[in-house]
């Protein structure tokens, strides 16, 4: 038996594999492991399915023919310097998976930008995380997601911003509507212009216009009290508030009732996580939202606490791992940037 890592969402499941005595492989979820404690869901569950050998390439093949290693390498390689002797290094482009180890980013990263000498390597995290980089970065400095699952069980209020958790990230979904069963006190709030299965366990559905989150989380900041963690920890935070002023919560075309009751919940619940997915990464203000989230987190002190904090959940299971290394267009590894300084020490090494 082995123990490994579920290749599919983000959540990063557990799991034990073995030979099923059948010429396949039996999978079992890991009890022992911290992101799912034994739970699966269909797709980790109907795991072993995805290993047959029929319709598989198994060996390389050049015009459909079988060839060696040697030769299909050379082949390869031949081609990328045809191209680059005629083109520049720019002419290269690889897109990469969500679904490689951090040491496979790296390799490629080492390749693509260190060797060839081109910036023109994108992941997934470009269609799924992009804005949550920029928004990290913009209000950290660094690509950071400070939280960890735990926070959710600990958390009085947990929101849901553009996430159906039911479905997108079914064993997290099950692990929050555990710990609201053992605690009935927890709040959950869903934020989402749809009605999800994820409302099901929401004690408040705000259905907003679709692309007014902004406008709603700016709402919330001038309703926030202020932590002393401001003057401490933070700057910015006079400008952020003038920008949120600048803001029209009536375009969100939501119920007065069901905002001040977010905003009173919100406002008076030390311990709370706010859970933000694609609905707010994959829209054309996606970076505006991550922040107009963060600053509410960062006014209230509300971060770097157990069961509280801004939590962006992404949708492939290494996502995170590929832009530690630099597996984003505009960024090198070890949280870098195309400054000139950076540059000079990525191609002295």
Same mark, same amino acid.
């Given at each position: 038996?082995?123990?490994?890592?579920?290749?599919? #969402?983000?959540?990063? #499941?557990?799991?034990?594999?073995?030979?099923?005595?059948?010429?396949?492989?039996?999978?079992?979820?890991?009890?022992?492991?911290?992101?799912?404690?034994?739970?699966?869901?269909?797709?980790?569950?109907?795991?072993?399915?995805?290993?047959?050998?029929?319709?598989?390439? $198994?060996?390389?093949?050049?015009?459909?023919?079988?060839?060696?290693? *040697?030769?299909?390498?050379?082949?390869? +390689?031949?081609?990328?310097?045809?191209?680059?002797?005629? /083109?520049?290094?720019?002419?290269?482009?690889?897109?990469?998976?969500?679904?490689?180890?951090?040491?496979?980013?790296?390799?490629?990263?080492?390749?693509?930008?260190?060797?060839? =000498?081109?910036?023109?390597? !994108?992941?997934?995290?470009?269609?799924?995380? +992009?804005?949550?980089?920029?928004?990290?970065?913009?209000?950290?400095?660094?690509?950071?997601?400070?939280?960890?699952?735990?926070?959710?069980?600990?958390?009085?209020?947990?929101?849901?911003?553009?996430?159906?958790?039911?479905? #997108? /990230?079914?064993? %997290?979904?099950?692990?929050?509507?555990?710990?609201?069963?053992? @605690?009935?006190?927890?709040?959950?709030?869903?934020?989402?212009?749809? /009605?999800?299965?994820?409302?099901?366990?929401?004690?408040?559905?705000?259905?907003?216009?679709?692309?007014?989150?902004?406008?709603?989380?700016?709402?919330? $900041? %001038?309703? $926030?009290?202020?932590?002393?963690?401001?003057?401490?920890?933070?700057?910015?935070?006079?400008?952020?508030?003038? +920008?949120?002023?600048?803001?029209?919560?009536?375009?969100?075309? %939501?119920?007065?009732? !069901?905002?001040?009751?977010?905003?009173?919940?919100?406002?008076?619940?030390?311990?709370?996580?706010?859970?933000?997915?694609?609905?707010?990464?994959?829209?054309?203000? =996606?970076? !505006?939202?991550?922040?107009?989230? $963060?600053?509410?987190?960062?006014?209230?002190?509300?971060?770097?606490?157990?069961?509280m904090g801004p939590f962006s959940i992404t949708g492939q299971p290494n996502a995170m791992g590929g832009r530690e290394v630099g597996a984003l267009s505009?960024?090198?590894?070890?949280?870098?940037?195309?400054?000139?300084? *950076?540059?000079? @020490?990525?191609?002295?090494?």
């Open positions: 038996m082995v123990r490994t890592t579920c290749p599919y #969402c983000g959540v990063g #499941c557990g799991i034990v594999a073995g030979p099923d005595g059948r010429g396949g492989a039996s999978i079992e979820g890991d009890k022992d492991h911290p992101a799912n404690r034994g739970r699966l869901c269909s797709k980790g569950a109907a795991l072993g399915e995805t290993l047959s050998l029929e319709d598989r390439l $198994l060996y390389p093949e050049i015009d459909g023919r079988r060839v060696s290693w *040697d030769t299909v390498l050379d082949k390869v +390689a031949s081609g990328f310097r045809d191209v680059i002797a005629k /083109h520049g290094p720019d002419a290269v482009a690889f897109y990469v998976s969500g679904q490689l180890l951090t040491e496979d980013y790296y390799a490629a990263n080492k390749l693509i930008k260190g060797f060839l =000498g081109t910036a023109n390597i !994108d992941t997934n995290s470009r269609l799924c995380m +992009a804005s949550s980089v920029a928004g990290h970065k913009r209000a950290f400095g660094s690509d950071t997601v400070p939280g960890q699952y735990e926070d959710f069980e600990q958390a009085d209020l947990v929101v849901l911003v553009g996430s159906n958790l039911a479905w #997108c /990230h079914p064993v %997290l979904f099950q692990r929050l509507e555990a710990a609201k069963r053992e @605690r009935p006190q927890m709040k959950v709030v869903v934020i989402d212009p749809r /009605h999800t299965d994820t409302c099901d366990i929401a004690d408040l559905h705000l259905a907003l216009a679709p692309g007014s989150d902004v406008a709603l989380f700016n709402a919330l $900041l %001038l309703h $926030l009290p202020r932590s002393d963690f401001v003057d401490r920890h933070t700057s910015g935070a006079a400008a952020a508030l003038e +920008a949120a002023r600048q803001s029209d919560v009536a375009q969100c075309e %939501l119920p007065e009732k !069901d905002l001040a009751t977010f905003f009173d919940w919100f406002s008076n619940t030390g311990k709370t996580v706010t859970l933000y997915s694609q609905g707010v990464n994959q829209s054309s203000a =996606g970076t !505006d939202k991550v922040n107009a989230i $963060l600053n509410c987190h960062l006014l209230t002190g509300r971060i770097g606490r157990p069961g505009n960024t090198l590894a070890a949280q870098m940037d195309f400054a000139a300084a *950076d540059v000079e @020490r990525v191609g002295r090494f």
